[in-house]
């Protein structure tokens, strides 16, 4: 059994993470879709929030259980351990995200040399997509729902509602 841990901040999912997870599952059989519980980083959606709006989003791509929802925090690679994962999977977008992925993905091979980082190029469809992006539009008043899955864009309108 193939496992591997796609984490990220998810703050919120996105169908550029949706769609780098369709594609992870052509090639692992379990991936867990882990959020990093960072209590120093301010997000707009509560760690329960983004996770709720993950398991939404992922049930109806009709993997069942070969996708799983958690958080985490503390060292990635000891997660990964504890998950029973040998990869890490991210997504690369554009080239401005190489220099940080390689930064993460070099940093983890020397904390843990038996965990892989695995990238899948982005669906071209969605390579600008990002969370914050998406977040900065929407709360300007911009049209986000085809960017997101159904039930982050529900949630997403009602938050900005909610914060003004
Ligand atoms: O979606 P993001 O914010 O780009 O994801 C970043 C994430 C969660 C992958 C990264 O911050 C992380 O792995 N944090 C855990 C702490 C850690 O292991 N740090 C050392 C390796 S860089």
Known sequence: MRTAVYPGSFDPIT???TSILASGMKAFDRIV???????RKTAMFTVDERI???RESTAEMGFGDRIVVDQFDGLLVEYC???GAEVILRGL????DFEYELQMANMNRHLNPDVETVFIMADDAYFYVSSNLV?????LGGDVSELVP?????RLQAKIEAQR
């Open 81 to 83: 351990k504890q998950q």
């Open 93 to 96: 977008r554009a080239v401005a």
């Open 15 to 17: 169908k550029g993470h």
């Open 52 to 54: 709720e709006m993950i």
């Open 150 to 154: 159904g039930p982050v864009s529900d």
């Open 135 to 139: 977040k900065e539009a929407a709360k």
């Open 33 to 39: 879709v882990a959020v990093l519980h960072n209590p």
